[in-house]
């Protein structure tokens, strides 16, 4: 097995990462303009010295004819190397510089001539136009070569044309100036290409520490790694940018939020309206797993700040693991009721022998038709008062509860309620609560009361719960319906400050109340109202009323 490494291929092609993609694309892009810039300067710049050198010539043949006794001397005076005519015409061509100045006569005939050899003959090209009267510029080729030339008639003193001046510019130095002007042109475009590069590479660098390094292929990879994780994960995700409205809202938040796409672009006031949600999510409640409540959802939302100045919010579903809670919250409650009343009951047990011993029989009887009678008493008085069962077996034992720790829960004499609740599930959460909060504020206080009241007016269920306790303060009374706000010590397995909350809530949905005041004679008095609570009565059953049994003493 042979122990050289392998040799690496070389490959060809575009730069991998981003920072080197960027940068030759832009420098590409700053070449490719300045070539084109430099090209569409250079294209009118050749026309236009094109046309400056014919305007040049035509000037000059213009001067030309005009210069005195010239289309006499034409007219009257052989062509000749040595006339007046020549010799004119060389004094002007070595004056301004041009190839050539030829003066001819109507005929075409020649009586200038750089060349004096050529003096006396015809012309190489058609003076036709300029004999017509008509003032001649064009790039045209002859004798001498190419060139830029002017032609004008020449006229007498009475205006009649005798002949035509033509003058030509040599086209070599148009070339040589256009020439010329290019190495000006490339170091204008070599300077600008140095800027552009320059830009491009602090950009590019800017790319990179942004993008920190990746590939595009990585970026692309990221991406579609976040919009599947985002959408996969069971927890709602909101970000927000640096002005506070939301860009980003995954398929959690808006199940949980009860929200759609078309938040995006909006504030969370917008979007959620106000409340603590909204404020949670803008970041005027700080603080880590904070409690709020959506709907009939209670959410564990925290937020953190990203380095674009905006945020991003996480949600979490409690509702659950809240009703959890205060089911073992119940539950709770009621063991250390059976515990008690285990503990009482073998006492009674305990007395009931001894009077069985003691052989004193009716006592023993009166002492279990006592202890019988008082829970009794208790079952019969709620569910004559409360028709539902759910709500009535609620009642019956919380009564058991409020009695182990020695407080007296009783159900108003103006209770009255039928068996037509539309939702007794969220009634008996509501009555649960309030007769919860109500225990705690009065435990342990001397002659610790509770009083109940339910009644219907109309489909109107009206409930209001009074306690003997130390009362709200009227600072107080409208923030202990706030999610999150409480003033007892939360237990270790959930927070506080949701009960209320909820009531309200549950209140408000069914269009309704809750509120608290000052009961009569001290302590707190919760009211709610909740408008079409029950089903329209329907008509009540004929009853049967059985006949009395005949006595004996009829029946003789």
């Not at 003066?103 to 090209?125: A, C, E, L, N």
């Amino acid at each position: 097995m042979s122990s050289t490494p392998p040799a690496r291929r070389l490959r060809l092609g575009l730069p991998r990462r981003v920072f080197s993609q960027v940068l030759l694309m832009q420098v590409a892009i700053a070449a490719g303009v300045a070539v084109l810039a430099t090209g569409l300067f250079l294209a009118p710049l050749s026309n236009q010295l094109d046309d400056q050198a014919m305007r040049r010539a035509l000037a000059i043949a213009q001067t030309t004819a005009q210069q005195p006794g010239l289309a006499r001397e034409v007219r009257d005076t052989p062509p000749s190397p040595n006339g007046p005519v020549q010799q004119e015409a060389e004094r002007i061509r070595k004056a301004t510089k041009a190839e050539y100045i030829v003066v001819m006569d109507w005929r075409g005939v020649r009586w200038s001539h750089t060349d004096p050899k050529q003096i006396g003959g015809i012309v190489s090209t058609d003076p036709g136009q300029a004999l017509a009267g008509k003032e001649v510029m064009e790039i045209d080729s002859g004798t001498l070569g190419r060139s830029a030339r002017g032609k004008v008639p020449l006229r007498d003193s009475d205006g009649t044309i005798v002949g035509a001046v033509s003058v030509g510019i040599a086209y070599d130095s148009v070339r040589a100036r256009l020439i010329h002007a290019i190495p000006g042109l490339l170091a204008y475009a070599g300077g600008a290409l140095a800027v552009g590069a320059l830009a491009a590479w602090l950009i590019s660098r800017r790319v990179h520490r942004q993008t920190r390094d990746l590939a595009f292929s990585d970026i692309a990879a990221l991406l579609s790694e976040r919009e599947a994780m985002l959408h996969g994960i069971r927890e709602g995700v909101v970000a927000l940018d640096r002005t506070g409205r939301i860009r980003l809202v995954n398929d959690e938040a808006q199940r949980l939020l009860g929200i759609g796409d078309g938040v995006v672009g909006r504030s969370p006031d917008e979007a959620l309206g106000v409340g603590r949600t909204a404020d949670v999510l803008a970041g005027r409640v700080t603080g880590t797993d904070l409690l709020t409540v959506r709907g009939q959802r209670v959410l564990v939302a925290n937020r953190m700040p990203t380095d674009d100045g905006g945020a991003v919010a996480t949600l979490r579903d409690r509702t659950e693991l809240e009703q959890l809670g205060r089911e073992l919250d119940s539950t709770r409650g009621l063991i250390d009721a059976l515990r008690a009343q285990d503990h009482e009951h073998a006492n009674r047990m305990h007395t009931l022998l001894g009077l069985l011993e003691l052989e004193m029989y009716d006592d023993a009887v009166e002492f279990v038709g006592e202890v019988v009678g008082d829970h009794r008493a208790t079952a019969e008085q709620v569910t004559e008062r409360i028709a539902d069962p759910l709500l009535a077996a609620l009642l019956v034992g919380k009564a058991t509860v409020a009695a182990e720790r020695g407080v007296a829960l009783w159900v108003s004499d103006r209770t009255r309620l039928p068996d037509r609740l539309i939702d007794p599930q969220g009634l008996v959460t509501v009555v649960g609560n309030l007769v919860d909060n109500a225990l705690d504020a009065v435990a342990g206080k001397p002659h610790a009361r509770v009083e109940v009241e339910l009644r219907a007016e109309g489909r109107t269920v009206i409930l209001r719960v009074r306690d003997t306790g130390p009362g709200i303060p009227p600072e107080h009374q409208e923030l202990i319906f706030t999610e999150g706000w409480s003033t007892k010590k939360p237990p270790a397995h959930r927070e506080r400050g949701i009960g209320l909350s909820l009531v309200r809530r549950l209140a408000e949905r069914q269009g309704g109340s809750a509120t608290v005041g000052e009961a009569h004679g001290g302590g707190a008095e919760f009211t709610v109202v909740l408008p079409e609570a029950l089903t329209a009565p329907g008509p009540e059953p004929a009853l049967t009323v059985p006949s009395a049994p005949q006595t004996a003493k009829e029946e003789s």
